[in-house]
């Protein structure tokens, strides 16, 4: 890939990924333009109590609840050369995150590159740049502008993957999916299904759980769990079929159910990108991808926090760092064939294991390595290995107890270390 001389990128949504890429872009003294469809920063971390569609017709792109604290500590949502606040508490409440995020907007005086109220329609690839077409979401007036780079960072959090349940059109009481859930009191008394176990299913169930008459839980996760879950908790396997008033699971027992939320899951959904950008999307997957996040076809474009199961907050800050290295010309690409090469790799021990193309996008246990490579290939400053002990030690605890991991605080020592202490007393110093 040739170095574009006074390159002009576009940065598709103002959510973490965007501005974290406009903090860098304008470091570098780079032009660009954040296309923005609300008029508001922050993207899924905003708590909005409507459902549905916002003010001007757009479907809500927040999947936020009213009771949402994050399941990760301070340090791994802590985005760099930004501390949080000393008072934050270990695992905040989104209203405390998402003013942390509005501050570092006004911090970087990000918003006079941002253009609100401008929803993207389409992106192509024409004559050698990207042709981004966008539409006043107030006025319909339409918009088209030629950029050399496009990142996008919209996200894979707002677009709810259904289950298809037999017989649920016969089910006389109320469905929805976690990304419409807001609120547990209202059901209060109620008795609740919720199916899935990721982790707004378990969160959501917890929070439910607490004024509901029954919690009937319908998952299939191999995952050990030894929480202790309250007296009216019932835990299902998956569901076999619907009827009037109620759910009959696999194993043939059968409970009354007013109200189901199904937590299973987002899809990626990008439906602005037209098949000129060369990426192969589906509902699970967004391929072929380098370093899971440059498209090999069209490696002008860069597709943000795709990664699963890593402190996505840090993720999203190198991965910004990384593109804004690649857009500034301080490294270059391998070649289409070697990136397809490494691609094909990583694929291909996915299909051996008998796996879903869709964990190609997880980090996991690969998660610092990850780090280490990205900086290792672009110059940028390495999140230090760190953040992925933390990570691997919250999520023990949350297979320990999901009522009371939230009650651990992490303090960094250094690049290799930190302290976990509770209560004020200190529980262990991890290396």
């Known amino acids: 890939m040739k170095i574009v001389p006074n390159p002009r990128v576009c940065v598709i949504g103002a959510g973490v990924a965007g501005l974290t890429s ?31 569609t916002d003010e001007n017709g757009l479907p809500l792109h927040t999947s936020m609840y009213k009771h949402l604290r994050t399941n990760l500590p301070k340090p791994t949502m802590e985005l760099r050369g930004f501390p949080v606040p000393e008072d934050m508490p270990s695992f905040p409440s989104w209203k405390v995150y998402y003013k942390y995020i509005q501050d570092y907007a006004k911090h970087f005086d990000l918003a006079r590159h941002i253009k609100f109220l401008h929803n993207v329609i389409l992106v192509s690839r024409e004559d050698n740049v990207w042709k981004v077409k966008y539409q006043n979401v107030l006025s319909g007036e339409e918009f088209e502008e030629q950029f050399d780079f496009v990142i996008v960072g919209t996200g894979h959090y707002s677009k709810p993957k259904y289950p298809n349940m037999p017989n649920e059109e016969h089910f006389t009481g109320t469905v ?16 609740v299904l919720i199916v899935g176990a990721g982790p707004s299913g378990m969160d959501i169930t917890i929070d439910v759980a607490n004024y509901a008459k029954t919690l009937v839980h319908s998952h299939h996760s191999k995952i050990k769990f ?8 019932i835990r299902k396997p998956d569901v076999k079929e619907f009827n009037a008033t109620g759910v009959i699971f696999q ?17 990626y959904y990008y439906p602005f990108l037209d098949k000129s950008c060369g990426l192969d999307l589906s509902p699970k997957s967004v391929t072929p991808l380098y370093k899971y996040m440059v498209n090999i076809r069209q490696p002008t474009m860069v597709v943000m926090g795709l990664t699963v199961r890593a402190c996505l907050v840090v993720a999203l800050d190198a991965q910004s760092r990384y593109a804004t290295a690649l ?6 690409l391998p070649s289409h064939d070697e990136m397809m090469e490494e691609w094909n790799r990583r694929a291909d021990v996915i299909r051996a294991k008998g796996r879903p193309l869709s964990d190609i996008h997880f980090l996991a246990e690969k998660e610092d390595e990850y780090y280490a490579s990205l900086t290792e ?25 999901l009522y009371t991991y939230r009650d651990y605080v992490y303090t960094i020592i250094d690049k290799d270390t930190f302290v976990r202490t509770l209560e004020d007393k200190d529980v262990n110093r991890i290396r």
């Not at 470091?27 to 508001?40: D, K």
């Not at 929805?176 to 008795?191: G, L, N, Q, T, V």
């Not at 194993?251 to 899809?267: A, H, K, L, R």
């Not at 857009?327 to 270059?332: I, Q, R, S």
Request: proline share 5%.
């Open 251 to 267: 194993d043939g027992s059968y409970e009354d159910i007013d109200d189901v939320i199904y937590c299973t899951g987002f899809q």
């Open 176 to 191: 929805i999916h976690s990304h419409d859930y807001k609120e547990p009191e209202i059901y209060k008394d109620r008795r």
């Open 22 to 52: 406009a903090r860098y872009l304008q470091e570098e003294g780079i032009s660009f333009t954040v296309l923005e469809a609300t008029r508001y920063v922050g993207g899924t971390w905003r708590y909005d109590p409507r459902v549905g």
């Open 327 to 332: 857009v500034k010309g301080n490294f270059t």
């Open 226 to 233: 030894n929480t202790v879950f309250p007296k009216n908790y």
């Open 377 to 401: 290939e672009s110059g940028i400053e390495r999140v230090p290995p760190v953040m992925f002990k933390i990570r691997s030690v919250d999520t023990q605890a949350k297979l320990d107890d």
